[in-house]
């Protein structure tokens, strides 16, 4: 059990807000080894954020309260710390690097301060050490240390997150938390900060719970991959499980909606719809008025996540009963009616118009 | 910062020059007679040629108003008091000790309790201790100042007795008056500090210094208070020249022989003198206020403070930012 560095058992989080209860995480498991990086993937909304800020025991309450499930590291109950047991486990055993740099230092506080204080908080050292040891990490993370006397707003928003960074490794944290860390990043710059993190994460050795929507960034930099949606884990595997083997109609969805440099397209193939209101999750299977492959079962009944595979997950009904998992292009579209797959989602106006058609040409 | 501080007391100058022109002009127009008030009811027309001429009210009023301020630049001569033929410098000097005190210590007053009040607020929001305290700070900040220090007055000095009701003396002769004059302030620093701490706690920097493992108390006062600091100082300068503006009221009503007093006195009996020099110390202090205002948003904020310096540090040359040293 306790062989995992993090150890995420049915997590269940939900806002109680004025206009109706928001499931934003709904019993959620994951594990996380010693040096291993972990890619959370999903759609805005999906509940990255709450689940990465659950491992800090950071959800704002209220509104939010986590409802049940544990979230053990190294073996202790991170829900069940006591205050100080929490302010020692932030930023020293898990640090968090956080989706918006431009936000996410006090304005008021110069850098090398702002690094020095969380060195000052968990490590035994004078003022001077800490300051002197946040000047290193800022020649670490490739911002001379001379400007760490200066104040977040005089510097750019690449060389903030770079801060950021350099602030979350300030401890040598064994699990770092790192939400769209290259999000608010332009492409050039991204590159750059995915490198610098593969590296320092090497260096210290730790353990990463990458969250991001970017599956290119996620090819690069992780092992295990989490596909998530609407607060569930839709499928789970290594990086050749979900890559190479994809099980899941929502993981496909995600795939193809990357624009491809070998096929000369008009149009994107997004998936269809949106993202449920957390507040509204529809009955059944969470995904199931976007998927071209939805019956009666999936509006009716959760689907379980099931072994596909030796260390693959996937939630869905359809998976492991034969059923060829196209995505609707033309051809797709015709092997699932030659598989006799029952159409009966009203939303699903792609697949009715061709059963129309179908039966126009019997 | 230095040459900032500099320019704009230099700046005060010219402020303070507008000023004394309009005291001095609405002095002129407004009606009645310094010298037929001197003279009392029976005077012959060359007594009262006389005293016009004594009181310095027969030349061309241009020729007065250049003369007056001759005085003051020359030699800080506020002239003297039609009424108590003594230097108006004087008589303000003999007084400005209490207003001052009373100033000050409702300024601490003011700040201490308002902004204790206001982040006990912001923090336990929407619990008993929050709904009490806004709800109080609203009726007071409605209720006129004059109604309030009759009322305390009423019940703390003539019902329990634990207050004189007047005059100056130890302490006790403060506490009145100084809660009195600080409650108005009070409840709008309470509601500012309240709301201005409830925007920053909800800041992603703030739960970046909770990530990092730092201890709720410091949360809350290194990292949230001190951003909070700009929209408070801000209430908390207006608030103080109001409280020199309007300390005429309490130490009327409480008769607190200040500097309001005199000013008031001055208006009754038309002392131009009185009054020009009375408003000119006033909004000296004022202008000391404003300035004093400034200089404590450049410690608070240090984006404001590398406008001030000028474009000797880097990356200062922002939008935005300007509207916000001003604001």
């Given at each position: 059990?306790?062989?995992?560095?993090?150890?995420?058992?049915?997590?269940?989080?939900?806002?109680?807000?004025?206009?109706?209860?928001?499931?934003?995480?709904?019993?959620?498991?994951?594990?996380?080894?010693?040096g291993?990086t972990?890619g959370?993937v999903?759609?805005?909304?999906?509940g990255?954020?709450?689940?990465?800020?659950?491992i800090?025991?950071?959800?704002?309450?209220?509104?939010?309260?986590?409802?049940?499930?544990?979230?053990?590291?190294?073996?202790?109950?991170?829900?069940e710390?006591?205050?100080?047991?929490?302010?020692?486990?932030?930023?020293?055993d898990?640090?968090?690097?956080?989706?918006?740099?431009?936000?996410?230092?006090n304005?008021?506080?110069?850098?090398?301060?702002?690094?020095?204080?969380v060195?000052?908080?968990?490590?035994?050292?004078?003022?001077?050490?800490?300051?002197?040891?946040?000047?290193?990490?800022?020649?670490?993370?490739?911002?001379?240390?001379?400007?760490?006397?200066?104040?977040?707003?005089?510097?750019?928003?690449?060389?903030?997150?770079?801060?950021?960074?350099?602030?979350?490794?300030?401890?040598?944290?064994?699990?770092?938390?790192?939400?769209?860390?290259?999000?608010?990043?332009?492409?050039?710059?991204?590159?750059?900060?995915?490198?610098?993190?593969?590296?320092?994460k090497?260096k210290?050795?730790?353990?990463?719970?990458?969250?991001?929507?970017d599956?290119?960034?996620?090819?690069e930099?992780?092992?295990?991959?989490?596909?998530?949606?609407?607060?569930k884990?839709?499928?789970?595997?290594?990086?050749?499980?979900?890559?190479?083997?994809?099980?899941?109609p929502?993981?496909?969805?995600?795939?193809?909606?990357?624009?491809?440099?070998?096929?000369?397209?008009?149009?994107?193939?997004p998936i269809?719809?949106?993202?449920?209101?957390?507040?509204?999750l529809?009955?059944?299977?969470?995904?199931?008025?976007?998927c071209?492959y939805?019956?009666?079962?999936?509006?009716?009944?959760?689907?379980?996540?099931?072994?596909?595979?030796?260390?693959?997950?996937?939630?869905?009904?359809h998976?492991?009963?034969?059923?060829?998992?196209?995505?609707?292009?033309?051809?797709?579209?015709?092997?699932?009616?030659?598989?006799g797959?029952?159409?009966?989602?009203?939303?699903?106006?792609?697949?009715?118009k061709?059963?129309?058609?179908?039966?126009?040409?019997? | 910062?230095?040459?900032?501080?500099?320019?704009?007391?230099?700046?005060?100058?010219p402020?303070?020059?507008?000023?004394?022109?309009i005291?001095f002009?609405?002095?002129?127009?407004i009606?009645?007679?310094?010298?037929?008030?001197a003279?009392?009811s029976?005077?012959?027309?060359?007594?009262y040629?006389?005293?016009?001429?004594?009181m310095g009210?027969?030349?061309?009023?241009?020729?007065?108003?250049f003369?007056?301020?001759?005085?003051?630049?020359?030699?800080?001569?506020?002239?003297?008091?039609?009424?108590?033929?003594?230097?108006?410098?004087?008589?303000?000097l003999?007084?400005?000790?209490?207003?001052?005190?009373?100033?000050?210590?409702?300024?601490?007053?003011?700040?201490?309790?308002?902004?204790?009040?206001?982040?006990?607020?912001?923090?336990?929001?929407?619990?008993?201790?929050?709904?009490?305290?806004?709800?109080?700070?609203?009726?007071?900040s409605?209720?006129?100042g004059?109604?309030?220090?009759?009322?305390?007055?009423?019940?703390?000095?003539?019902k329990?007795?634990?207050?004189?009701?007047?005059?100056?003396g130890?302490?006790?002769?403060?506490?009145?008056?100084?809660?009195?004059m600080a409650?108005?302030?009070?409840?709008?620093?309470?509601r500012?500090?309240?709301?201005?701490?409830?925007d920053?706690?909800?800041q992603?920097?703030i739960?970046?210094?909770?990530?990092?493992?730092?201890?709720?108390?410091?949360?809350?006062?290194k990292?949230?208070f001190?951003?909070?600091?700009?929209p408070?100082i801000?209430?908390?300068?207006?608030?103080?020249?109001?409280?020199?503006?309007?300390?005429f009221?309490?130490e009327?009503?409480?008769?607190?022989?200040?500097?309001?007093?005199?000013?008031?006195t001055?208006?009754?009996?038309?002392?131009y003198?009185?009054?020009?020099?009375?408003?000119?110390?006033?909004?000296f202090?004022?202008?000391?206020?404003?300035?004093?205002?400034?200089?404590?948003?450049?410690?608070?904020?240090p984006?404001?403070?590398?406008?001030?310096?000028?474009?000797k540090?880097?990356?200062?040359?922002?939008k935005?930012?300007?509207?916000?040293a001003?604001?």
């Open positions: 059990m306790s062989e995992h560095l993090l150890e995420i058992n049915d997590l269940d989080v939900q806002f109680h807000t004025m206009d109706g209860t928001v499931h934003a995480v709904n019993g959620i498991s994951l594990e996380i080894d010693p291993e972990l959370l999903g759609e805005t909304g999906a990255k954020t709450t689940t990465a800020l659950s800090l025991n950071l959800i704002q309450s209220p509104p939010g309260k986590i409802e049940h499930g544990e979230i053990l590291f190294e073996g202790r109950n991170v829900l710390m006591s205050e100080a047991e929490l302010h020692a486990y932030r930023g020293s898990v640090a968090m690097i956080f989706q918006d740099p431009m936000t996410a230092l304005p008021i506080y110069t850098v090398e301060y702002q690094i020095a204080e060195i000052q908080i968990h490590e035994k050292v004078s003022k001077e050490e800490a300051i002197e040891k946040a000047r290193e990490m800022l020649e670490f993370v490739g911002i001379p240390a001379e400007r760490g006397c200066e104040y977040p707003h005089q510097f750019s928003g690449g060389m903030k997150q770079r801060v950021v960074i350099a602030m979350a490794l300030a401890c040598s944290p064994k699990l770092l938390l790192a939400d769209e860390p290259t999000t608010a990043l332009d492409v050039t710059i991204q590159a750059q900060v995915l490198d610098m993190m593969n590296d320092l090497k210290f050795n730790s353990a990463m719970l990458l969250i991001t929507h599956l290119g960034v996620v090819a930099t992780c092992d295990k991959v989490a596909i998530m949606y609407a607060g884990i839709m499928e789970y595997g290594s990086l050749e499980d979900i890559f190479d083997h994809t099980a899941h929502y993981t496909e969805g995600l795939f193809n909606s990357i624009p491809s440099l070998d096929e000369d397209v008009e149009r994107l193939k269809r719809g949106l993202m449920p209101d957390p507040s509204h529809p009955e059944g299977c969470a995904f199931n008025p976007r071209p939805a019956d009666k079962l999936c509006q009716s009944a959760e689907a379980e996540l099931q072994e596909v595979g030796p260390g693959h997950y996937c939630r869905c009904h998976v492991n009963k034969g059923v060829p998992m196209y995505f609707p292009d033309e051809k797709g579209n015709e092997l699932a009616y030659q598989h797959l029952p159409v009966s989602n009203p939303g699903n106006d792609f697949l009715e061709g059963q129309k058609g179908e039966k126009a040409d019997e | 910062m230095t040459k900032y501080v500099v320019k704009r007391l230099l700046i005060m100058i402020t303070l020059l507008g000023v004394l022109l005291i002009a609405i002095n002129k127009m009606p009645g007679d310094p010298a037929k008030l003279l009392g029976n005077f012959t027309q060359e007594a040629e006389a005293k016009r001429a004594q009210l027969d030349k061309n009023v241009v020729i007065q108003f003369d007056y301020v001759k005085g003051v630049v020359t030699h800080f001569d506020l002239g003297t008091s039609y009424d108590t033929k003594r230097p108006v410098s004087g008589m303000i003999s007084r400005i000790g209490i207003t001052l005190k009373l100033g000050i210590w409702s300024c601490i007053v003011t700040i201490v309790i308002g902004v204790a009040i206001g982040i006990l607020s912001a923090v336990k929001k929407y619990s008993v201790i929050d709904y009490v305290m806004t709800t109080l700070a609203i009726i007071f409605a209720a006129p004059f109604w309030v220090a009759l009322m305390s007055m009423m019940v703390f000095c003539l329990l007795g634990w207050f004189p009701a007047g005059g100056m130890g302490w006790r002769y403060m506490v009145l008056p100084v809660l009195c409650l108005s302030p009070i409840s709008l620093v309470v500012m500090t309240r709301t201005s701490m409830l920053v706690i909800n992603d920097y739960r970046t210094a909770r990530a990092k493992g730092v201890a709720e108390r410091n949360v809350i006062f990292h949230a001190r951003n909070a600091l700009i408070i801000t209430v908390i300068g207006a608030q103080l020249t109001m409280v020199v503006g309007g300390s009221i309490i009327s009503v409480f008769s607190i022989p200040g500097i309001g007093m005199l000013l008031l001055a208006i009754n009996t038309r002392d003198p009185a009054i020009q020099g009375t408003v000119l110390v006033l909004s202090f004022v202008c000391i206020i404003n300035l004093l205002t400034d200089i404590a948003y450049a410690y608070a904020d984006r404001i403070k590398s406008q001030y310096v000028g474009g540090s880097r990356g200062l040359k922002r935005g930012e300007k509207q916000d001003k604001a």
